[in-house]
Structures are given as structure tokens and as C-alpha cells.
């Protein structure tokens, strides 16, 4: 047996493993050891120690397919396939000159960061537009503008190793048990360092319980009220004085403004609206604002919402009151979901920016893209390009004729699933995948990547930390690493940029034109075991641990937004009386696509479920078990209900892995104004008995 150290595919912990290879195949999976060189500490979760078993799995795309007239699928060679699309995008752009939503792509935080460059560079270069997005969109995308307006970054400030040392823990938003469940361990070993833990969660999740059980708090607001909950923290602490003057003076902006708007959120508002009690709320702002140093850790609870960018900036203003950032053990810390949704953010597959967030509408950045991607500035696009449900929404109004998707799944993923399928319907639609997933179903190409396995290049973790992936065996079947797919492309339809021979030399050119990655070269990565952290200039940098040092924010100074509250945008009413919220179980991933391939996750959790509470299964007459229907304004399901304590009173919790029970055909395509991200957190629904 032969044994190849990478990192893991799943979460964006980034846990560094073991493949191990008997006769060309992945066979096994082991933790790397020692545990200083893995933010996993040398553990992995129950994905990580399974990660070889969807690799071989017999569902893998092994060669090219076009569909035929009568729908069925027929296997081409490579070449073929390439040509065909060269032909097809080259006759869109011809037929639709001026219009800027003829084509939209779709990148993936599967994808290392390489190919994530080479993608963006492909559709900028070659297809002329900026319509180049990813899964982030629905993820953290209001992490990207909220941080970025208070701090000047957007991403985690801290680090992994810093949460044991912090006297409290603030998570808000984030079930980092089973979806972080290697960061999760840290925090337990925290606890037992005496930290102090404050969980702000509508459900009863593993830390909830966690925190009761530690003198801590469990806080169980309604959902979609984070504003009204942090501002009436903020209220007690200026209130209370337990805020760092000096740090505010010193280092932030705005303060006075942002003061006014908090008065406004007296504790007697903000519990009516949270319906939190006072006595709780209170008990939390003294914890927070007596505290050395609090570490908070938000994800999806915060972000997906239509205040999705409120909220985060909400979470920054509370950090930035009592000093919380730019010292060791504090920071704002949202946690990156995909093993590389950091990396595909950095690398520029975003509709706003080029690698490490300069910015398409910049003339002279665009400048110096083409002249290192040897076109011309002028025939750039100098606009934003469209983002995912904006791309979806072009294709429902038959402006996108041609939509490319590489390791994505949005008839799963995306809001309102039945939506999304009559729009692709309508497009010329290219599917690249290791599997043939419900997207893929609709497309007329389907091109066979290979997987994370067969490959070589970088992923960047929640951290910032860049790590290698290796390659432990050959492609499967004639499938292609991502990066060589796009080339060919590119080539065939006249562009010679992106000839590379090794995925090294991608990662020189990411170097020369990125500056918070410009010292993170191949050269370094392969001698350094634990990785680098960005911001990393260059190579006698050693990374960065964490950011906006001694009060040096990235903008200048700290800005303190002020917010005021604002409900969801579908609120339970009579029809449909229910919150219906939406996210994730320990033993899956997303749409299923490679933890359902996973004999042992799919063993443990075979099928989908509804979560309710004992109280509303009483008053409808539901048994545990029982098939029930699930009705929003966009469609029904008919799925398992589970009555269980973990839901409260007039709320539902769906997870969304699952295609016969799938929760996107009831959630809510309502946007965050600014950062886009969909609210699925939150929708009304109904629940019956079927008959
Ligand atoms: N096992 C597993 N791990 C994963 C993933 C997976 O699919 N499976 N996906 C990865 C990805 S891409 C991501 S983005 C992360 C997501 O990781 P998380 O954000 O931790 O996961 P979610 O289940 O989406 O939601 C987190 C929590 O938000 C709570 N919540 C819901 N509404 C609100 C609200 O209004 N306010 C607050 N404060 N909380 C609320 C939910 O009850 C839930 O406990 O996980 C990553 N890790
Ligand atoms: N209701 C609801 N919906 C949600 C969310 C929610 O909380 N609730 N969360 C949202 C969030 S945070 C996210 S991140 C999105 C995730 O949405 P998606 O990114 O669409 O979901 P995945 O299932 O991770 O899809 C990734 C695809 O990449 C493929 N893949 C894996 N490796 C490779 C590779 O090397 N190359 C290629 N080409 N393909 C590969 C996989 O087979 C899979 O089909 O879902 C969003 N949707
Ligand atoms: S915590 Fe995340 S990165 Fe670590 S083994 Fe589990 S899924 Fe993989
Ligand atoms: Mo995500």
C-alpha cells in the first residue's frame, strides 16, 4: 500500500489526511500526525475518515456526453465534445452582440484554487464577461460586504488555534459541532479550560446543550431577529459602560451615530422582538463586556437572511465595542463552509472582483489583468457580471443562452428548486461533475471532471490558511482535472493563455498578480507542512495568524455601522403559520451528490426528515415517523417527520441534502439587497397530515 498526504474534501476546516492506494485505487483514509501540522489536531470527523468511498463509487462520469434529440445520452470522445462547445458559445456570442447576460458560469468551492483562477480567467479573457460566480453567493456573500464595509477584509480575522485560549466563546449562527466538528473540538477542549460559552441558536443544537451543562448561555431567539438581539446586547453594555473607550477612540469610526441607533433597541424591545427574557439578555452583555477576550464564531445562522449583511455587521460593531479584534484569542470569525470556498472567493470567482478582491471596475486593475493575460483592456468587461440567482433569474427571462456549470448543483441548491429547473430548461446548459447530479440531468454536456484525488494544487481553508492537495491516483475513466477541461476550451476557441503544463505554473501567475497571495508560492507549500495564512506578500512573509493587528484595520479605522431592526421577508401568518428553516446534519454534505455515494454516512442517516416540535405534533395528530406534506408559496414535499426537542413551538427544520425530500423546492428566493444571498433561513409554511 502506498499513502499520499492531502487535505480534505468536505468542510473548510481544511483537516490534512492520508489517502491511501492499493492498485490505482483509493482504499483507505488516516489522519495526518503530528497533530501540529493539522488544524484537525490529528483527528478527522466521520466525512474525513470516509472520504475515499464515493471516490470509486460506480456512479462516476467516466467520458464526455451530449445529449441526443430523443434525450438519451451519448458517450464522445473529448475532442468532440470540445468542439461542440467552442461552436455553441461562439454562436451565442455572434447571435447576442450587446447582450451582456448571454452567457453565465458557474464556478466551484470544490475546485482548487487553480483551477477556480483559471475558470474566472477563462470567462474574462475568452467569453468577455464578468457572469462568473459560485455557491459563496449563497453562503457567505454577506460576510464578503459586511466585513469588508466595517474591517476592509472579509474574511475569518482569527485563527483555528487561538479558540482554546479565549475566556468566552460567542457562537451565533453556527452548528459547529456537526458542521465544523474538528473546530467544534476545539471549543469542548476550551470548555474544559474554564472558557466561558454563549450560544445564540432558534434550535437546541449540540452546544446549546453544551453551554447550559458549563455556566454558560443558551440563547433561543426567533429566527431571523439578530439584529434586535445584538443591538439590545450592545444597549445593556454602553448602558453598563463596559465598553473600551479608548480602543473606540483610537481606532473605529462613526461611534456617535451607531450610539443613537442603539438607544433606540431598549431591552423591553429587543425581548418582545427576539423573545428572549431581559434577565438573559443582560447576563449575556456583562459576560461579553467583563470579558478579556471573546472569540465569536458565526456561519449560515447569520448570513442567509434578506438582513444577511445587517446581521454580520452587527456581529462586527459588537466585537469592535468591547476591543475584540486585531488580538490574539478575539476577532469576528465566520466560519467557511466548502473545503475551499475561502480559495474560490480569493482567486476572483465573483462577479465583482479578479483574484484577491481587486475590483473588475477599477480601470487599472483590469489593465493589469490583461496585460498579464496578454488581451486587451479595452474588451473587457468593465461591469459587474450577473451573480447566481441573478444568472438563474436571466435564464427564466431567456436572456442567458448558455449557462456553465463546473462542481455546482443548483437544482438542489438553489432557492426554489421548481423555479430553477424552468429557467435551465430553457438554456443552452454544460454540466461539469464527477457525478450526474440533478443539474446535470438537464444539461445537453455533461463533462466528467476528476476528483479531488486525482489532482494537484492548492485549496484555501476557513482560516486563510493554503494548503497542498495531491494527487493519490489517476483520473477515473477519461475524466479530466477541471483546469485542463477549461484550457482545452479556451484553446479551441482561440486562446492560447492558458496553455500551462503543471497547475504550478498557475499558481506563479496567481502569485504575480495577487498580493495577499503573492508569497505563497508552490516552492514554499511543498517544504511547509502546516501551509501559509494570507495576507502573504511575499516570501520572506510568514503569513498572517490574524488580522487588523494592534488596531490596524485594513480600512483605515473600524466602521461602526448603525442598523436598525428588520423582520424576514416571509413572516408565518395564517395560511401558512410555520417558520420553516433549512441547513445541515454532521453525517451529510449538501446536495448528497458524495456523502449519499458514502456507504457508511448513507447508513446512518438514509433519508430525509422534517423536525418538530412534540407541542405542534400533539396539536395536529403527527407520529414520529409519519409521512407528512410540507407547503410554502413555491411547492410541497411530502417527507418524514421527526418530533423531537431540538425545534421550539412553531418552527420547522428541514435539511437540505436530500432529492426526494428536497427543502429548496419550499425555501424563499428573497435577497439580500447588496450581497444577493438568499434568505433560507426563513419562510412560512404550512404542515399536514397527508390522507
Ligand atoms: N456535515 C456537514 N458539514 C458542513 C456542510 C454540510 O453540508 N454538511 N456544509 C458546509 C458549508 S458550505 C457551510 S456554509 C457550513 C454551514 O455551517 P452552519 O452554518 O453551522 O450550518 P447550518 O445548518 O446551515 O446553520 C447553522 C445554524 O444556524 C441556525 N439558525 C437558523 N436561523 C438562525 C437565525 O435566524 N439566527 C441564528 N443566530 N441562528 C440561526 C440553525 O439552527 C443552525 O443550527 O457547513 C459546512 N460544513
Ligand atoms: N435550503 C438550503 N439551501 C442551501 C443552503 C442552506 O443552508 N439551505 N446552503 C447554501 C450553501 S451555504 C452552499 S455552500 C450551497 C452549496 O451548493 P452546491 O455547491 O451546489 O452543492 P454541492 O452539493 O456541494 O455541489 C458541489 C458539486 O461539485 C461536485 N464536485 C466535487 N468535486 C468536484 C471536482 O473536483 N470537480 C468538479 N467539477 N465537481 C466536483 C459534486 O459532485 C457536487 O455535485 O448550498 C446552498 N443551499
Ligand atoms: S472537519 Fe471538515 S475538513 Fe475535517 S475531516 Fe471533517 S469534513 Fe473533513
Ligand atoms: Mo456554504
New binding site residues.
Partial sequence: MEKIKTTC?YCGTGCQLWLKTKDGKVVDTKPVMPPEFNPGRGKLCIKGWNVHEFIHHPDRLTDPLIKKENGHWEKVSWEQVITYIAERFKQIINENPGNKKAIGC?S?????NE?NYVFQKFVRAVLKTNNVD???R???SSTVVGLGAAFGSGAMTNSIDEITDAKVIFVIGSNTNEQHPLIGARILKALKKGTKLIVADPRTIPLSELAEDNQGIAIKHRPGTDVALLNGIMNVIIQEKLYDEKFIRQYCENFNAFKEEIRKMTLERASNITSVSQKKIIQTARIIGQADSVYLIYS?GI??HTTGVDNVKSTANLQMLCANVGKWATGVNPLR??NN?QGACDMGALANVFSGYQSVTDKEIRKKMAREWKIEAEEMDDQIGLTVVEMIDAAYQGDLKALYV?????V????DSNHVRAALRKTFLIV????M?H??ELAEVV?P????AE?EGTFTSTERRVQMVRKAIEPVGNSK??WQIIALLAREMGYSGLNYQHTSEILDEINRITPIYGGITWERLQKNEAGLQWPCPDISHPGTIYLHRDGKFSRGKGYFHPISFKEPAELPGKEYPFILS???ILWH??????SRRSKTLNERVPEGYVEISKEDAEKLQINNNEMIKVTTRRGEIEIKAKITHKVSKGLIF?P?HFEEAA??I??NAALDPIAKI?E??VCAARIEKIV
Fill in positions: 474534501v458557474l466551484s468551492a470544490k475546485c482548487t483551477e459560485h455557491c459563496a449563497l453562503c457567505h449560515m448570513t442567509q463552509g466548502q470556498v463546473m462542481g455546482e448543483n443548483p438542489m441548491s438553489d432557492p461539469q461533475d464527477i457525478f447530479t443539474t446535470a463533462l471532471a476528476a476528483s479531488f489532482k482535472p477541471d433549512t441547513g445541515r454534505f449538501h446536495t448528497g451528490t458524495m428541514i437540505f427543502a429548496n419550499l425555501t438568499p433560507y433561513k
